[in-house]
């Protein structure tokens, strides 16, 4: 029979590998949980009670906080009283500060279950990291900094563009090689590379520059199951040019794009040319590669044998997934053009056998049946009719128990907070004709609307979340 301390132990691990409902297992349905007060203006102090207000108040911690660590290194067992001394490692959604913070935590358990949980931390460290993000500008020069914010993203798409990460790759230049490679007159180079490094992006050393680690691993166009640049590729000559016409889209209406509009589709529109096909496909491994970091670790794939991934694009998701979870089979579902992309994938892995392309529409055909539908990036193109109509066609193709499981940029729920959600959506109405993002609450919604018995949102990472519902 497992001990007290085996089941607080239990319920830390489950916590780390992301199976929310085996660490719910070992709570008490009327579970009280306690944080400290000093959180409470964030929404994380004082108790809740139950699992939902539980599931709520973790939900709200991990839209605060881009990575939670909870690190337990003591059990300290008292009759039906279990202490926990640890650290939390936290990183802050909006400002990326991070900090470590020791914990004591207390709990107490009744006929193996925990009935009560108190988290005892110093909020200061916390509350510092959290004040720091994304302060509104509070003097002249900080509405100027936001207001000619685009100074820097196009300094980063133009060095995308003149592949200067790629060009650095494993091996650092003098700014002569450096101009060189990348074809930079000599009048600006100084300027455009030292900027680059006053962004965080190189390393100078004299008149040397090297990648910073994070451009050598991820805008390093070599590597392309982990190159972000390509959603920069896609920035550079696709969307800033129609977010120019930002102003027209907000007084029109009217979607902004450089598609000539004779598909009903703008995907078939984009789908015509073979060179936009890949290129849209790396735009989309872009801003997928923070998912297929942690959506194969942070959902509960053990617990399902299927897996449909609808809009799945070249099939790069089900890939990441596939390989962190053997048991798994899984179909790709995507208008056809995308067949030969994701067979591609498939073969680059060795999936040929477990991972196969469905090709349809999913406005005028039935989903494929499934005991997962992922959803990813997909529900922002849409209006609201289409949105739910993709959730009901959900429903009706999973099994009693089958999960639907949508990662998005969310909004917050308050929406007053999560800027990149508030500014992806506006990115639709830019890009499309009736698409626009939505809050984790907005989503619920919709899921309980189609008949979902349960759902549940998670902080994914960064801008990342999941929106999880149960039929
Ligand atoms: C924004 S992309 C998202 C791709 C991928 N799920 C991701 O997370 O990167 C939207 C996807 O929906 C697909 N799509 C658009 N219209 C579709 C339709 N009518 N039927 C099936 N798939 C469609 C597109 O081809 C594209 O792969």
Known sequence: MSTNADIVRFSYSAFRHGDIDAAFNAFAPDIEWTSPTGMSDFGLGGTV???????????????????????????????????VFGEHRLRGTRGGRSCTVPFAHSWRLDDGKATHFQDLHDVSEVRRILRHDDEPPNSPEGIIQLGLGFWRSKAVLA?????VFTALAGRPLELAELRAG??????GARDFFDSLVALGLLHRDGSVYRNAPAAEEFLDSGKPHQYVGGVLEEAESQWYPAWAHLVEALTDGVPQWVVTGEQENAFDEIYLEPDQLRRFERAMIGGLVPVMRTLPERF???????????????????????????HLTATGFDLPALAPLFADTAARHGLEDRMRFT?????TDPLPAADVHVFGHVLHNWDLDTKRMLLRKSFEALPPGGTAVIYETLIDDERRH??????????????????????????????????????????????????????
């Not at 009670?49 to 973790?58: A, E, N, Q, S």
């Not at 399902?304 to 390989?323: E, K, M, P």
């Not at 979902?452 to 999880?468: D, K, N, P, Q, Y």
């Open 49 to 83: 009670r139950g699992h939902d207000d539980v599931r709520t108040f973790l939900a709200r911690a991990n839209s605060t906080f881009s990575e939670v660590h909870v690190e337990p290194h003591e059990f300290v067992e008292s009759d039906d009283r279990i202490a």
């Open 159 to 163: 060095a995308v563009r003149l592949g």
């Open 182 to 187: 990348t074809g930079v007159h000599e009048r």
């Open 300 to 326: 509960p794939w053990q617990q399902h044998r299927t897996v449909a991934d609808i809009g799945c694009c070249g099939g790069a998701l089900l890939a990441s997934v596939l390989v962190r979870h053997p």
């Open 359 to 363: 090709a349809g529409s999913f406005l």
């Open 418 to 471: 999560h800027v990149f959600g508030l500014m992806m959506s506006l990115h639709m109405h830019v890009l499309s004709p009736g698409g626009y993002d939505y809050t984790g609450a907005d989503c619920q919604e919709w899921l309980g609307g189609a008949g979902f018995r349960t759902s549940r949102v998670e902080h994914l990472t960064g801008h990342e979340f999941v929106v999880i519902g149960v039929k």
